[in-house]
């Protein structure tokens, strides 16, 4: 299912988006690509999300880490959140040849072989071709919930950045639970240029509300 695309996945990358929430500017948000690293003495991929900013009385301090094997199937995830008065942190550790997850509390339970987190399944979707096929299926736990998230094609739209005009698809990661990346419920939008596979844009629910972020740059 996974189209791997070594130009984005084994060179390191930053990508920089200027965060809104509804009409007032409040951050940035950073998605990071290490490229190629060691983890547990065998090859990965590590990727990290930082959003910092707010509003006035809000701020948001969040950073969540995955680690996933070539496969792009997770290894490890780290969430430490801090949103107004709302602060949460935990890590999990996959054991995909084991079919377990185990929690920084002790707590084990069983996955589906393949489970990603919410940020590989960010990194997941920019290899996928959204021309050959609108929706694509995949094991999923994070939260002590197992399900299949379904990343589906909803619509293709032109976006101006700074670098210019991107011809994209609008992808959407559908749950049951109804939660995203963040953590909050209303679901999430991505907006992938359908040549570079870079993600342009990003609009997704958070705990207090809609954040929308463009990029703006690009390391």
Known sequence: MIALIPSFLDTPET??????????KAGRL?????GKVFWNGREAYRFTLIAHGG??????????ISVVDLNLRSLFYKKLQHEGNYHNWGWIAYDQENGVAQYHTGERVGIPKGSLDPLALVYVARTLDFD??????FPYHVDFITETVRVRLVGREKVKT???WHDCWVVKPIMRSGKNVFGGKGGMRIWIDRKTR???????RMVFGKATGVLVDRQ
Not at 15 to 24: H, S, Y
Not at 198 to 204: Q, R, T
């Open 132 to 137: 050959a096929k609108e929706e694509y299926s």
């Open 198 to 204: 870079l993600p342009v844009k990003v609009e997704a």
């Open 162 to 164: 700074k670098f210019g």
């Open 30 to 34: 950073y998605l990071i690509s290490e």
């Open 55 to 64: 509003v006035p009385f809000f701020r948001i301090r969040d950073t969540l």
């Open 15 to 24: 990508l920089v988006f200027e965060a809104k929430f509804g009409p007032f």
